[in-house]
């Protein structure tokens, strides 16, 4: 069975600053795909992030970037330029490229916290 | 565009009611699913579904029923109400693709007394 875990219950960043949110996952399936999510405290769940697994290169949305080290089934979310609406918690996902399941599987989460 | 619909937002529940959680999306997705969230424990999968007339099992099934009868509709059932279930509820839905965007429901705050 896949798992995801996220080893950081709370991190707090400096407005402006740099961040790096940890997720490693454990898998025996080559076809997969990593997702962040992002839900702020109206519980909405937002899309931040993906990265396919057969893809070498990290994704970049924006101020967003991981580190995927897909040897080391690592995969850090980067946030640059810190703004306070970044304030949330942020979940790590796991997606097994079969097409007969739909099975997001989740970390436990990371509550971040961004200071003026 | 709607996009997932989740009704109700909050319930109140008595140990062993049943109630039915409401989920439809518009966007002809053919995945949907129902997970639940507890404190420092993320999401879990309870059911999932990957076409109409199909569903199954994800990691935390009991007690409760899913069918799936159209493409827009995945209704999540309790069949007697336990304090267990008190969590928040989402539904999700997204297209037949592993590297697709899953696109959430508002979720439902259910609390068991």
């Known amino acids: 069975a896949q798992t995801v875990t996220q080893s950081q219950p709370e991190m707090s960043v400096q407005e402006a600053e740099t961040v790096t949110l940890s997720c490693t996952y454990d898998?025996?399936?080559?076809?997969?795909?990593l997702f962040w999510y992002k839900q702020p405290p109206s519980r909405q769940m937002i899309l931040v992030i993906r990265?396919?697994?057969?893809?070498?290169q990290n994704a970049t949305e924006n101020r967003f970037s991981v580190n995927f080290q897909k040897a080391a089934k690592s995969f850090s979310l980067k946030i640059s330029d810190s703004q306070l609406g970044d304030a949330a918690m942020y979940f790590c996902?796991?997606?097994?490229?079969?097409?007969?399941?739909?099975?997001?599987?989740f970390g436990t989460g990371t509550r971040l916290q961004v200071f003026p | 565009n709607a996009g997932v619909t989740q009704t109700p937002k909050f319930q109140v529940l008595k140990t062993g009611q049943s109630m039915t959680l409401q989920c439809a999306q518009d966007?002809?997705?053919?995945?949907m699913s129902w997970y639940r969230q507890d404190p420092g424990m993320g999401l879990r999968l309870i059911h999932y579904?990957?076409?109409?007339?199909?569903?199954d099992q994800g990691e935390v099934p009991n007690g409760y029923n899913v069918s799936r009868s159209t493409t827009e509709d995945f209704p999540l059932r309790l069949l007697s109400a336990a304090p267990s279930q008190t969590s928040v509820y989402f539904c999700?839905?997204?297209?037949?693709?592993?590297?697709?965007?899953?696109?959430f429901g508002q979720g439902t705050r259910l609390t068991v007394v």
């Open positions: 898998t025996s399936e080559s076809d997969y795909y």
């Open positions: 996902a796991y997606r097994s490229g079969s097409y007969n399941t739909d099975k997001l599987i």
């Open positions: 579904s990957v076409g109409a007339g199909i569903t």
């Open positions: 966007m002809n997705h053919e995945y």
């Open positions: 999700a839905s997204s297209y037949r693709q592993g590297r697709a965007e899953a696109f």
């Open positions: 990265q396919e697994a057969y893809k070498q």
